[in-house]
């Protein structure tokens, strides 16, 4: 009977736990406990948890003395502990759980730099210590390459690192935002952006909301091809140049929309674009600072029967992939 129990004891089955993989540990008292490797961040956390309870958490003080096993679990958890820590890798291969379960994985080129990154880490840090160590738990997650950067992350990073106030060069952390791969970045919600369209060829004019990561955005930068490939005409550069907006812009522009500045657009609504809101019979949508100027009767005459000057559509049509405005500008 006590050689059975000593191999019991030695014996710590891998289950399905609450979180993962989890390996069982009775206690002396012959209660239940699961240990669980549940990385948080880039970082591994072991945990101890009680199966048995709707939330799966547990008073550590009170569980020690339980098991000599447990106790040193307990230990390592209160120690400053990581990956390659030889007390964490060791209590890992005694429970036969995975030390390296849900480990990062940083392409070799980014190493050196997620170390210099990681040396800025502070745990308990709090006022801009601890923004800082958000910042750079934040950057560890976008450059992984085991899973795609999210979208909000990098704009968080983005934002921080764009207004600077911290009291340290900010030259690793810039460099740091440099190194992700924005293509494969993915967001679980839609990011809404809106482009004006003016009067052209392709119609009247219209306000274009334009969603990326919509529903089947992720994997192509979050842009929808399905959803919004048919775009095309002459449109207002947005005033604001964030970068959803010049994923948007770059999508556009390759697919055949002419974008003009605010004073290009007064410029083209004076002329290509009154003809054009002209040919739509009337009907067109612009924004308001935006009309087009209204023909004179004789220009109406002559424009029913004779195209004017129109360099934007003439250069559409002579090469409809070369987007920019022609030489000279707008006449």
């Known amino acids: 009977m006590r050689e059975a129990r000593i191999v019991r004891m030695l014996n710590h089955p891998i289950v399905d736990g609450r979180y993962g993989p989890a390996a069982e540990i009775t206690g002396t008292d012959g209660k239940l406990y699961h240990v669980q490797i549940i990385p948080c961040r880039s970082q591994t956390s072991i945990q101890i948890t009680d199966p ?14 339980g098991s000599g096993l447990l ?23 005694e429970l036969k759980l995975d030390p390296d379960y849900g480990r990062p994985v940083y392409r070799d080129a980014d190493i050196d730099l997620v170390t210099d990154l990681e040396a800025h880490i502070i745990w308990g840090a709090v006022g801009d210590d601890g923004k800082v160590v958000d910042l750079v738990l934040d950057l560890l997650d976008l450059l992984r390459t085991d899973r795609p950067p999210e979208y909000y992350a990098y704009t968080r990073c983005f934002a921080t690192i764009e207004n600077w106030h911290f009291k340290r060069p900010k030259d690793v952390f810039a460099t740091a935002l440099n190194r992700i ?4 970045i993915e967001c ?17 004019g219209f306000s274009s909301s334009i969603y990326l990561w919509g529903s089947a955005g992720n ?6 091809a399905d959803a919004y490939g048919r775009l095309r ?9 964030d970068w959803p907006m010049e994923t948007v812009i770059h999508h556009l522009t390759q697919q055949g929309v002419v974008f003009l500045s605010l004073a290009e657009a007064r410029d083209y609504m004076n002329n290509e674009g009154a003809y054009w809101a002209f040919c739509c019979g009337g009907v067109w949508q612009c924004p308001p600072t935006l009309k087009p100027r209204k023909p004179s009767g004789t220009e109406k005459l002559l424009w029913k029967v004779k195209r004017p000057k129109t360099p934007l559509f003439d250069q559409h049509e002579l090469c409809p992939n070369q987007h920019t405005l022609p030489k000279g500008g707008l006449v």
């Open 52 to 65: 048995s309870d709707e939330i799966g958490g547990i008073q550590l003080p009170s569980e020690q003395g």
């Open 71 to 93: 106790d040193r679990v307990i230990e390592v958890k209160r120690t400053d502990y990581g990956w390659d820590t030889p007390a964490y890798r060791q209590i890992c291969a």
């Open 181 to 184: 791969d924005r293509e494969k």
């Open 188 to 204: 679980s919600r839609c990011v809404p952006t809106s482009v004006d369209f003016l009067p052209s060829w392709e119609g009247g």
């Open 219 to 224: 994997g192509s930068g979050g842009w929808d």
């Open 233 to 241: 005409g002459v449109a207002v550069l947005p005033a604001n140049s």
